[in-house]
């Protein structure tokens, strides 16, 4: 996702509403649980707070992202504004387990960019002990299948910066297409970086998915 939608110095006042209804309600009630070979993805507890600060902060993860929450509090601030913008359906935000323990190791994040979720965006992080396992890849097919299925998104956004190697192979290996460069999009350590531009349209997902359910597992 280009930047944290999340803004701590908005917290009180951003509640960010869909001017239409979004093709499904359930989801903004409670998020399902979803389950995949390896992970087990649910709703963001405050109780995740410790282990995501844990391992979303590092320099390694967060260096092509925007600033995450530098403390637990932060963090716990972070997932109740994630509920309330699910409950205004304009937001969600899965925490990322492994299945068999509870612990969460990461995020995927969907957000509407227009009049319900006809046009959306997504961006996923995940703790570095868990890179090159496979869980990247078995959460991302859960959420797509979320979001086309469940959410009704008939085109799906995600940016990258082009500096993060690691980033723009995990968009391509699901099947995301570049469709061109946002120069100096991201302002990182005072540096602004430019952004790939990745989207899986709905028809496109429809056709392959039974590709993306055969994905490899690492």
Partial sequence: MRTMPYQPRLDATS????????????????????HGQQVMLRDLRASDAASLHALLSTQEVARFMSVPPNTVEGFEKFIAWTHRQRGAGAYACFAVTVRGYDTAIGVFQIRSLGHGFETAEWGFAIGTPFWGTGVFEDAAKLVLEFAF????????????????GRGNGALQKIGAVQEGLLRKSLLRDGQYLDQALYAIVESDWRAQRHTFRA????
Avoid: F, S, Y
Avoid at 215 to 218: A, R
């Fill in 15 to 34: 509640i960010q509403r869909v001017t239409e209804p979004v093709a499904a309600t359930e989801w903004q009630r409670a998020l399902p649980t979803l």
């Fill in 149 to 164: 299925e469940t959410m009704g998104v008939r085109r799906l956004e995600a940016r990258a910066a082009v500096l993060n």
């Fill in 215 to 218: 994905l490899p597992i690492h």
